[in-house]
């Protein structure tokens, strides 16, 4: 007997595909983190937040700009700007590049920050520590015929030049402004022997500067180095060793400290 063929509707074998489709799903997925975050959930009556009160440590104040010497041993969390900010008990932001220069005239490496004055940024600072001019002379002139670049930077008066321009920008912020000055050879050869007549008579009016600039400071490290003491120098004998930063920050740190206290 031939036995009548049923006709199931449509409809209804996609209801128990679909179902068991479902099934299937909700046995097999995991429950993800998302999928529990994403329920709504009452929650009661909201309560004002008492925000806590933040002291002036809790974001820097002081901001650090110049070059290598600034620079070095950024990475290791012992550089001059670490040793200020260590002594002070506060951070500093160390915006230092090696190789930057005072005069710098590539446009896209120079707003990066080998031109010194593109390393501010803006911001509530109270103190500017900042050095420059040694590359200038170094690799700008040779530390040879380099009075047109020294003029440059700084009239032997020290009131004209790219240096008081700028110091004078940023006391324009309302900063105070600590230049610090380079290291000294201990008597012993380097790479950069011959700059020493050229660097001292740098400093020689950066300091004429900071006798006419109100809230500037010069930090000279003329008297740190001891004759025949190697030890201030990295292996290169051009860079601070790590006792030369945290010296140099020690002394930075103590100017600050004297203006503001008053002693």
């Not at 590539?106 to 004055?117: D, E, F, T």
């Not at 004429?208 to 400071?217: G, R, T, V, Y």
């Not at 008297?223 to 004998?237: I, N, Q």
Request: with cysteine; aromatic share 4%; charged share 20%.
């Amino acid at each position: 007997m031939k036995v009548p063929a049923v006709r199931i509707p449509g409809t209804l074998i996609l209801a128990l595909l679909m179902g068991a489709f479902l099934f299937i799903a909700g046995c097999s997925e995991p429950v993800t983190r998302n999928t529990i975050e994403d329920i709504p959930v009452a929650t009661p009556a909201a309560t004002p937040v008492v925000e806590p009160e933040v002291s002036r440590n809790a974001s820097p104040r002081i901001l650090a700009m110049g070059d290598s010497l600034m620079a070095w041993h950024n990475v290791s969390g012992r550089s001059i700007a670490h040793h200020v900010g260590k002594s002070l008990e506060e951070p500093v932001a160390n915006h230092a590049i090696s190789g930057a220069r005072i005069i710098y005239k590539l446009p896209v490496s120079g707003a990066m920050g080998m031109k010194i004055a593109n390393q501010y940024r803006k911001g509530d600072w109270d103190w500017v520590v900042l050095n420059g001019g040694g590359n200038d002379l170094w690799m700008g002139c040779g530390c040879g015929a380099c009075e047109n670049r020294m003029n440059k930077m700084i009239s032997e008066d020290g009131r004209k030049g790219a240096i008081p321009h700028l110091v004078d920008s940023l006391r324009g912020t309302g900063a105070k402004v600590v230049y610090v000055g380079y290291l000294r050879s201990p008597g012993a050869w380097s790479p950069i022997e011959g700059c020493k007549p050229a660097g001292d008579r740098l400093e020689a009016r950066i300091a004429k500067l900071a006798q006419i600039m109100p809230e500037m400071h010069f930090v000279s490290l003329e008297d740190l180095v001891p004759h025949g003491d190697r030890s201030y120098h990295a292996v290169d004998m051009i860079h601070p060793s790590l006792k030369a930063s945290r010296e140099i920050g020690q002394r930075v740190a103590a100017v600050i400290q004297e203006v503001e206290t008053g002693s």
